[in-house]
């Protein structure tokens, strides 16, 4: 039996000094009122009441107990009123990862909107491309691109990603076109490689006709700041690796072309990742439903040639 649930029997019986009319009061039977007592008193290891055929009368314990379950059932009620409040009138601060494009492109521009929707919501935004630990760091939630491995953080698709390999045409006028990741490697071409601590990208896994292989690149730049690449591969200073709708307007524009098309890389999943606590509480959840409508709209237009 709930012990809250035993306690509100406990006031009322004491309150209206009987079984049958606190029962009566609870929607219950006097049998239940009578087992929900009992179990109390077994709990604490006292009598609360005295009991005859004729009357039921607190003890001393039972005085001294009513005025503490009293106070325990009003805060209850308190705190039960707090949430219910902020449930309806969500309020209150959301804690947001996500990497540096995507929190540029996708995220920051829509918080204004969120914010005049929801007023009473304020969101702290951290941007970076670094792995984020949303436990260790306080987060309520952390948007992520990349191939996502196990994890015991609840996670919501938000898009699958198709990436590619690309480069400037000025680069490939002065190296050559590679058709593919050994060319890649047997030519040593210029590789824009994401590295930061801890970053497990120091390698491409690319699609070949023999499955996934990883290929061991090399290139005198790299940044932990996925912008900069994209940067540096349109200055024509080598290949880069990005998601497609990173680079859609790039390659619309012949800003920059696929290249190593034969052994493209393994797709990417954008997700939203949150503790399972915060996916439950209310403004979490109007945020990351705002968002990820926004943002698969967004991806719609950037990958979609006549949107």
Not at 57 to 69: C, D, I, K, S
Not at 70 to 86: F, K, N, P
Not at 201 to 209: A, K
Request: aromatic residues 6%.
């Amino acid at each position: 039996m709930s012990y809250v649930a035993n306690l509100q029997m406990f006031v009322r019986v004491y309150e209206l000094s009987g079984m049958s009319a606190a029962a009566r009061d609870q929607r219950t039977s006097p049998a239940v009122a009578s087992a929900r007592i009992s179990e109390l008193e077994k709990h604490l290891g006292v009598r609360l009441f005295n009991r005859t055929t004729r009357s039921l009368q607190p003890t001393e314990n039972g005085r001294l107990f009513y005025e503490g379950a009293r106070q325990v059932l009003a805060a209850i009620d308190e705190a039960e009123a707090a949430v219910m409040e902020t449930a309806q009138n969500p309020r209150g601060v959301v804690f947001v990862a996500a990497p540096l494009g995507i929190g540029r492109r996708f995220i920051a521009p829509h918080v204004p909107a969120f914010k005049d929707m929801y007023p009473q919501i304020d969101v702290r935004l951290r941007l970076s491309d670094r792995v984020i630990d949303l436990t260790a760091e306080g987060l309520d939630v952390a948007f992520h691109l990349g191939i996502l491995e196990d994890s015991a953080l609840k996670v919501r698709l938000i898009a699958d990603c198709p990436r590619l390999l690309c480069a400037a045409p000025a680069y490939i006028a002065r190296r050559g076109m590679p058709v593919d990741g050994a060319a890649l490697v047997r030519d040593r071409h210029d590789c824009l490689n994401l590295r930061f601590p801890g970053a497990r990208e120091f390698q491409w896994t690319l699609l070949t006709p023999d499955g996934p292989q990883r290929h061991e690149i090399t290139g005198p730049f790299e940044s932990d700041d996925g912008e900069v690449l994209t940067g540096w591969a349109l200055d024509g200073h080598g290949v880069v690796l990005k998601t497609r709708f990173e680079v859609a307007d790039h390659l619309r524009q012949g800003r920059l072309v696929p290249v190593a098309v034969a052994t493209p890389p393994l797709p990417a999943q954008l997700s939203l990742l949150s503790q399972h606590r915060s996916a439950k509480d209310s403004k979490v959840r109007l945020f990351t439903d705002f968002m990820i409508a926004r943002i698969r709209e967004e991806i719609r237009r950037a990958t979609d040639p006549d949107a």
